[in-house]
């Protein structure tokens, strides 16, 4: 496929996503969340890419990168088409500080995309690969990663009833309320819901969207990653149609959001996880 006819593709699923919910079809939009918090890691266009060409893929990775994993994709499968980032590197100067590498020598310049390849996990054969995690209900040590990323970007978190009333958690811009006698389960998401809005609701967002679109998109990064770390979640479809307000453009901005907002809190619960898998997570 050409880069030209995968971009038409990301469009095209995208403007697909926007009808579906503008015809009410809510749970369309719940089942591209389940995807993103497969692939985190991945850009909104690949996420839309990767649902549209392989609905329920749970694993991806390059023909090679399978290789070293162990894996052979089988003949005659085939590949999920993506945007891939196409970069160069150079010395670098003053100017281009920001973007050294590691070694301080060179760095690395995004300058285009082109179409690449990935392949489904079931699509493959070969070595079983490595769990990434197994928790089914309990957060287990993701709530102390939480807790100590929230406390590294100076968000205090305290415990409280009688200030929440009915509510399970609250957040006041750089201090986050939680109930003291929430499930383990249900107390992570409600502190993933109350960074959310700490992480995207306290600068210039929060005069641009309204409450209900700044509550669906901190539920929605709730609903990505704890989907992500393998709790369960019964999150009604419905809710989530709310990020639609009758055009592609908000959704797509609130889709970024919710994306990068997610990746910026798996990263700090995953690092070591993703370590272990060898698989390769694009951002193009």
Do not use: C
Request: glycine letters at 8%; proline letters at 2%; aromatic letters at 6%.
């Amino acid at each position: 496929m050409k880069t030209e006819d995968t971009k038409a593709l990301a469009e095209s699923a995208l403007e697909t996503l926007a009808a579906q919910l503008e015809s009410g079809q809510s749970a369309a939009l719940t089942t591209y969340l389940m995807t993103m918090a497969r692939f985190h890691r991945y850009s909104i266009n690949n996420v839309l890419l990767i649902q549209a060409q392989r609905p329920g893929a749970t694993r991806v990775a390059g023909f090679a990168t399978w290789r070293q994993l162990g894996r052979f994709v089988r003949r005659g499968e085939k590949g999920i088409a993506i945007l891939v980032p196409i970069a160069y590197r150079r010395h670098g100067t003053d100017a281009d500080r920001e973007l050294e590498t590691s070694d301080g020598d060179t760095v690395r310049t995004i300058v285009g995309f082109k179409a690449g390849y990935v392949f489904d996990i079931s699509q493959t054969d070969g070595e079983p690969l490595p769990v990434l995690t197994e928790v089914s209900g309990d957060p287990a040590d993701f709530a102390v990663q939480l807790k100590a990323f929230a406390n590294s970007r100076g968000i205090e978190i305290e415990y409280g009833n009688r200030e929440l009333g009915s509510a399970y958690g609250a957040s006041f811009g750089g201090r986050i309320l939680l109930r003291d006698d929430l499930s383990p389960a249900v107390e992570f998401a409600v502190l993933v819901h109350e960074v959310a809005h700490e992480l995207l609701h306290r600068g210039d967002r929060r005069a641009a969207t309204t409450k209900k679109v700044r509550e669906t998109e901190a539920e929605a990064v709730a609903f990505v990653v704890s989907q992500a770390i393998g709790l369960e979640t019964n999150r009604a479809a419905s809710d989530y149609i709310q990020l639609y307000a009758g055009s592609k453009e908000t959704l797509l901005a609130s889709l970024e959001a919710i994306r990068g907002t997610s990746v910026v809190l798996l990263d700090a619960l995953m690092e070591d996880g993703r370590a272990r898998t060898g698989l390769a997570l694009r951002t193009a």
